[in-house]
């Protein structure tokens, strides 16, 4: 039996929005404040309520975080950690339960904290978890998640090709799909693989030749450094935002980290 064959069917499901935040924010925080990992319940419901790097945001209180992280746990993704204190704490199964590296696992993290995003974005704010050299590395972590079905593009790929993940229930994710469409239509075609064959037209008839005119003054092209030097400028911008949501990310958790400590001092009478 081939190795193929011996490998176990991926434990992934689609999982309703609340859920998706849950288990995104575990990873998250694992990868950029590690000493705060594994999370409380009340932190867990600080980075979901985050402004910063998230959307939709979320107001959502502890008793919703802790259904939530039930329902994970009876899927396996999330486990409470036995540790010396008396407040319970959760880490994630991400990386088995996605069957992922760490690289491809920042990726999903992304996309589900914010949803359908362009490739410039979403490098830029990987980048807070996960180093990625420039865009052709993440088009190749993108095809590998494609190829495992975790990854979906809502657009054709070239410039502004946007991708999501592909954890949203069936429901949600033909809403998505349609708000896109009727959002971006203009400007995104439906990709390749599922857009319509052309419409087959018979030829014009033949019409008298057109009144001849001057040639008019074609526009000087863009020169070939200015292009690059625009896309510089681009990627700079979003690293700079993703760079913005890394500090807010931290300071939100010191924030975080003090309202424990000054909990922790009041139930000891400190």
Not at 159 to 171: F, I
């Amino acid at each position: 039996m081939s190795s193929a064959e011996n490998r176990p069917a991926p434990r992934w499901q689609p999982l309703p929005p609340l859920d998706r935040r849950v288990a995104a924010v575990l990873v998250e925080k694992a990868k950029t404040t590690p000493d705060a990992y594994p999370m409380s319940i009340n932190a867990l419901r600080a980075g979901c309520n985050q402004k910063n790097n998230r959307d939709p945001v979320m107001e959502v209180d502890e008793d919703a975080v802790q259904e939530s992280l039930d329902r994970l746990r009876g899927v396996g993704l999330v486990a409470e950690v036995q540790g010396g204190g008396r407040v319970p704490r959760y880490r994630h199964y991400m990386y088995d339960w996605l069957g992922v590296d760490k690289v491809e696992v920042a990726v999903m993290t992304e996309l589900l904290l914010r949803g359908a995003q362009t490739e410039g974005e979403l490098r830029g704010r990987v980048s807070r978890m996960e180093p990625i050299a420039d865009l052709p590395s993440l088009r190749a972590v993108l095809n590998a998640l494609k190829a495992k079905g975790l990854v979906i593009a809502l657009s054709p790929e070239g410039r502004g090709y946007v991708v999501t993940h592909a954890l949203y229930p069936p429901r949600e994710l033909e809403r998505l799909k349609s708000d896109f469409q009727r959002v971006h239509g203009d400007d995104f075609a439906e990709p390749a693989e599922h857009a319509p064959a052309p419409v087959r037209t018979a030829p014009p008839i033949a019409a008298a030749p057109a009144p001849q005119y001057a040639p008019v003054a074609q526009a000087s092209p863009v020169p070939e450094g200015l292009v690059d030097l625009r896309r510089d400028v681009n990627e700079l911008k979003q690293q700079v935002a993703a760079l913005r949501d890394e500090v807010a990310t931290v300071r939100s958790q010191c924030d975080m980290q003090q309202r424990e400590l000054e909990s922790l001092r009041a139930a000891l009478g400190g």
